[in-house]
């Protein structure tokens, strides 16, 4: 959970200081920049969610690394 | 329906199912009664904002994807939401989810200003029809709300980025987003909408409770003679008006194949909401203020259906009302028979004499500028348009049942 968080929250911060706020135009296309912006964060939450769904197994690896014997939910996933 | 996706969609209920009459042609099983986001509690588009997020990862799975994300393409059935557009898939293309901005302003703005806003926001969707603006929705939430993952990347800086990117960008963003990276985007949708949180609270949630103007005896009298009305009627479907929390409501459910429960309350209707949900009852709770019912909205003011429109209904209730109408509306009664004729083919009302403690409440602190509210007047108003089949005095409270069929 903990990596997710502070991962969401450091691309988060990253991002609002890349965008941060400037007067509007009267007419604009209101799609063109939300698509850009979605690009950007899938590959921000694409990574959360590759990491998340992963844990097990780098846990896993550095158990092995230091000799550590598998935790009891290792053998769940 | 040659991806797949149709067969295990209506197979968990997610879909409405449809009859292919020719190549190109469906015809969609029908809704009994078309309710809109607008008229939805809390929990009801919270449900379905899970829902549409259900569908686009079911549908991504079988190579597809939903070209839009409004929250009209949801309705209720059998206390449910069910995903209505088969239109809206198509096969899914690589780059962005397109409907991702129209996701945010239809649901998820919608839920965090009721969750971490006021309540009486959601009213904002009967006039944003495609959906809360995301610079709107981002002025008008907490500041509070920037220290959350959920608000800030899919509200506060996907608003910022929308103003801001597009000036830049000229055509469509030519990066490709993953299907790994589309995943994480619903996987964070997901778990935002699940996060978002409204307890529900008000005086009115508590009108057949300790509040209560009845004694005990006097609500077993009424439970007993509605109960026996409806079951003499025994209509397919009924409309509660005023329907509090829902205790006749579910009486009818108990009967009916439709109950629908209108409230002006929207701590009312989610408390129906989630008992309905739970209990598995065929209700469906509205948020109506009948004061001023759902208008024709839309295109041509053709798009959006009135109250009465969906109407009439075999039966309708309309216990504890007149008076909030009458008085606190100042809406005169042989207008409020009127109207109640253009809803009902049978009606069970209740008349409130001004002696009852509710509407002395009403008439505490300004002029009694209603000679005409009395029983009389209200049989006479009512007259005009039903055949009173019955009548019964409710115990010691000086109110009275009417059962009447419109003539």
Request: contains cysteine; glycine residues 8%; charged residues 20%.
């Amino acid at each position: 959970m903990l990596p997710t968080v502070s991962f969401g929250l450091l691309g988060a911060a990253a991002l609002m200081f890349l965008l941060s706020e400037r007067s509007a135009y009267a007419y604009i296309d209101p799609g063109m920049g939300s698509l850009a912006y979605q690009t950007a964060l899938s590959l921000l939450l694409g990574l959360g969610l590759m990491l998340r769904q992963s844990r097990h197994a780098i846990a896993r690896f550095v158990r092995r690394l230091r000799g550590l014997p598998a935790a009891p939910d290792d053998t769940q996933h | 329906m040659q991806s797949g996706l149709y067969a295990p969609l209506v197979a968990d209920g997610d879909l409405l199912p449809h009859d292919e009459m020719e190549p190109g042609t469906i015809r969609p099983e029908r809704i009994p009664m078309v309710s809109y986001p607008y008229e939805w509690c809390f929990s009801q588009l919270r449900d379905a904002a899970l829902l549409t997020l259900r569908v686009q990862r079911r549908a991504m799975a079988f190579g597809m994807s939903l070209k839009d994300a409004s929250a009209y393409n949801v309705q209720f059935r059998c206390g449910r939401p069910v995903f209505i557009d088969t239109l809206s898939f198509e096969p899914r293309r690589p780059g962005p989810w397109l409907a991702y901005r129209q996701f945010c302003e239809h649901f998820y703005a919608p839920l965090l200003l009721w969750s971490l806003g006021d309540a009486r926001l959601a009213r904002l969707g009967q006039s944003f029809l495609d959906g809360v603006p995301l610079d709107l929705a981002s002025t008008l939430l907490p500041k509070g709300s920037w220290l959350r993952a959920g608000p800030l990347l899919h509200v506060h800086l996907h608003a910022a980025a929308a103003a801001r990117l597009a000036r830049r960008t000229g055509a469509r963003p030519q990066v490709a987003a993953s299907g790994r990276g589309i995943e994480g985007l619903l996987d964070s949708l997901d778990r935002a909408v699940a996060a978002t949180r409204w307890a529900p609270d008000s005086s009115w949630t508590k009108y057949y409770g300790a509040d209560c103007s009845y004694d005990g005896d006097a609500l077993a009298q009424k439970v007993e003679a509605v109960t026996a009305w409806i079951q003499q009627v025994g209509p397919t479907a009924v409309w509660d008006l005023g329907a509090n929390t829902g205790l006749f409501s579910a009486i009818a459910a108990r009967d009916a194949a439709l109950v629908v429960a209108f409230d002006a309350d929207p701590a009312c209707v989610e408390r129906m909401y989630r008992d309905a949900r739970s209990s598995r009852l065929p209700l469906l709770p509205l948020v109506m203020d009948l004061g001023a019912p759902s208008p024709a909205i839309g295109w041509a003011n053709e798009e959006r259906m009135t109250l009465e429109q969906r109407g009439p209904s075999a039966l309708v209730l309309a216990l504890a009302l007149v008076h909030h109408l009458a008085i606190g509306n100042n809406v005169p009664l042989p207008a409020i028979a009127a109207y109640l004729a253009r809803l009902a083919r049978r009606l069970i009302i209740e008349f409130v004499p001004k002696s009852d403690s509710m509407v002395q409440q009403m008439l505490a602190g300004r002029d009694d500028v209603f000679p005409d509210y009395t029983q009389e007047q209200f049989e006479q108003a009512f007259d005009a348009h039903f055949i009173i089949d019955a009548r019964q005095t409710v115990g010691a409270s000086g109110r009275v049942l009417f059962l009447m069929t419109l003539r």
